[in-house]
Structure formats: C-alpha cells, structure tokens
C-alpha cells in the first residue's frame, strides 16, 4: 500500500494570505486528522474527517478549517495567515481494523509565514 | 489540563546504554488506547506502538519494550542497547474512545545516543 502523502511539502507565504493543504489517506482510509506541530506548542490536534463529515475539532481559531472529499482525501485551509501559523503541519490516515485501528501520518507540510 | 505528561525533555546516552523514557497519562474514560511515535529530524512520525486500556500486557518488540502500568497511568518505554539510529525525539500519546482518532500529544522527549 502506498502511505499518507502531503502536498506541497514545503511552503513559504506572506502575513494574510490564505493557504490550502493537501493530504491523501492511504487507500481504504476513511479518516483524515490534521495535527499542527511548533516548538512552543508541540503537536497539537486540530480536526478529524471521517467519511466528509468533520467528527472532531481541536481548539483553533476558525482561519483553520479542512474539508474532506469522497475519495478521503483532505485539504486544511488556513486564511489571513499570521506568523505564529508557521509550522510543520501534518496530516494523519486512520481505519478501524477488526477491534483494532491503525493510524499513520503523512511526511509533513512545512509552512513557513513571512 | 495536560493529558500526557513526558517530564524528560531531552535524554543523552552513550551507544549500547538502555535508556528508558516516561509516560503518564490522565483521563476518565475506561476505554483508550496509548501510542508511542518515532520523530527522526526528517520529520516524519513513525508509529511505534498502539495499547488499549485493557490490554496491560508488557511489550518487547526487538530492543524496544514497553511497560503498560494502569494503576499508575503510566506507559513507560525502554530501548536496550540503543544505537545511534534511535536519536530522535519520541512522542506518547492519548486516544480516547469519545473523541474519534484524536492524538493528544505528550511535548515529546529528544533522545540522543551517541558513539
């Protein structure tokens, strides 16, 4: 199986613009999980997809939002970027497999905001 | 309030030293499960380990073991002989039933193993 892959990988914008984020699950994946990781705050969870429907949200501002399509792929919008925005986002890939689930993340989207 | 709590900041060993790295959790759920993630400097997070909470059974996978202790909230992870390949930062982290595939994260723990 192909694994979790993000686009753009790296990714330089100017204060209040807006950027779009890609990621692909791995196939039969329905879930889709977005994590924002910074020096200060470390790895945190912003939202989850499953199956379109956002099932889960972290505690950021509404400038960061994501949709999910019905081939499981997702995109996470940010709009007026600020500086604190600049991180390494990452996307996750998760399915429930038996009583178990396994979950996977994609190699990163590196913003930087200038 | 912070969920997982990984008090070591940074480790530094010496090649073939065991080096062990702590983990504790809190929450009320009584189903969840616990993760441990690999962060070499390419960035990527690779997958280590999945335990729920009903399975405290220890762990041993190669060098790698895990400790699973509910009675402290505690999923401890210990790599024997460590080599300079392990350097990196390892990150624990919480699942709990109610909130879907959700991570909270651990701040991590930056390993370094050095020849």
């Known amino acids: 199986k192909a694994g979790v892959t993000q686009t753009p990988r790296y990714l330089i914008k100017t204060r209040g613009q807006q950027v779009t984020l890609s990621c692909s699950p791995i196939?039969?994946?329905?879930?889709v999980s977005w994590y924002q990781q910074t020096p200060g705050q470390g790895l945190q969870f912003l939202f989850e997809?499953?199956?379109?429907?956002?099932?889960n949200k972290g505690n950021f501002p509404g400038r960061f939002s994501g949709r999910q399509f019905s081939n499981s792929r997702s995109e996470m919008n940010v709009s007026t970027l600020e500086l604190g925005d600049s991180a390494l986002y990452l996307c996750a890939s998760s399915e429930l497999q038996g009583t178990s689930w396994e979950q996977y993340f994609g190699p990163g989207t590196r913003l930087t905001v200038t | 309030a912070q969920k997982v709590t990984q008090a070591q900041t940074e480790i530094s060993v010496v090649e073939k030293e065991d080096v062990t790295l702590d983990c504790v959790y809190e929450?009320?759920?009584?189903?969840?499960?616990l993760f441990w993630y690999k962060q070499p400097p390419s960035g990527e997070l690779v997958f280590l380990i999945r335990r729920n909470s009903f399975d405290e059974q220890n762990e041993i996978s190669g060098r790698y073991s895990w400790n699973f202790q509910k009675s402290t909230s505690s999923f401890n992870f210990t790599i024997t002989a460590s080599q300079v390949v392990d350097s990196a930062v390892y990150f624990c982290?919480?699942?709990?039933?109610?909130?879907?595939?959700?991570?909270?994260f651990g701040k991590g723990t930056s390993l370094l193993v050095t020849p």
């Open positions: 196939s039969g994946h329905r879930s």
């Open positions: 929450t009320r759920d009584t189903t969840y499960y």
């Open positions: 997809y499953f199956s379109e429907t956002q099932r």
């Open positions: 982290a919480l699942s709990e039933a109610d909130s879907g595939y959700a991570l909270n």
